[in-house]
């Protein structure tokens, strides 16, 4: 089957880093996204991994494990506009062309 | 351009009526994905269109859901005979294709089934 796990709930304070972890298990692999949804909007695309190792992005930065199942990201210089939901999604092959997202975490900035 | 768009962005219905929610891609993407998200959890994945045919329909949870994409672009989710467990909000993205495959979504259709 199919499972993504991510922390369900995060805090940190305006200007810190943290990181936002995510597992999955899947039959196939083709690629790990992560997304920012704010409360009553869409969610919007922020990176991909489809390799090992790290991508970055400006204060953001998205790091692969493909052996542990395993990513995380990394936002940088915390602002009270990244309050928001992060989604994990995983392309999965042996489950044709679909993504599976996982719960979300809901991060909350604090000043 | 403009993003993703979605029609109506609210629908109330009775249980047990027929509805029809509207996906304006990415003019030129050649990827759709349906999918509906209920209040704190991640989306759900319905079906997947490349071009005008289905590729993936494997998340549509019964033969009361179905979709189409006739031209290559816009798509429309059915349901038939909706039940209040329908009740979610419906999310459309589009993703270029040609091995780029970040999804951009639609604000998304809030189904209301009472």
């Known amino acids: 089957g199919q499972n993504i796990d991510q922390p369900t709930e995060m805090t940190a304070t305006e200007g810190a880093i943290v990181q936002i972890n995510c597992t999955y298990q899947t039959s196939g692999f083709n690629g790990l996204f992560w997304y920012q949804q704010h409360a009553g909007e869409a969610p919007t695309f922020l990176s991909y991994n489809v390799l090992d190792g790290l991508e970055e992005k400006g204060r953001f930065s998205s790091f692969l494990s493909r052996s542990k199942g395993y990513s995380y990201l990394l936002l940088k210089e915390l602002q009270m506009k990244d309050s928001a939901s992060y989604l994990c999604a995983v392309r999965d092959d042996n489950y044709g062309q679909n993504f599976v997202f996982g719960p979300g975490t809901r991060l909350s900035v604090l000043p | 351009g403009a993003g993703v768009s979605q029609t109506p962005s609210n629908k109330v219905t009775e249980k047990g009526k027929y509805v029809e929610l509207r996906c304006d891609p990415i003019?030129?993407?050649?990827?759709l994905y349906w999918y509906r998200q209920s209040l704190g959890q991640g989306p759900e994945f319905l079906i997947y269109?490349?071009?005008?045919?289905?590729?993936?329909d494997s998340g549509l949870p019964n033969d009361r859901f179905f979709a189409v994409r006739p031209e290559g672009s816009v798509s429309t989710l059915k349901i038939q005979r909706t039940e209040r467990g329908d009740s979610a909000v419906y999310l459309c993205?589009?993703?270029?294709?040609?091995?780029?495959?970040?999804?951009?979504f639609g604000p998304g259709t809030r189904l209301t089934v009472t």
């Open positions: 993205a589009s993703s270029p294709g040609q091995g780029r495959l970040e999804q951009y």
């Open positions: 269109f490349q071009g005008t045919g289905a590729a993936d």
């Open positions: 003019s030129g993407h050649t990827a």
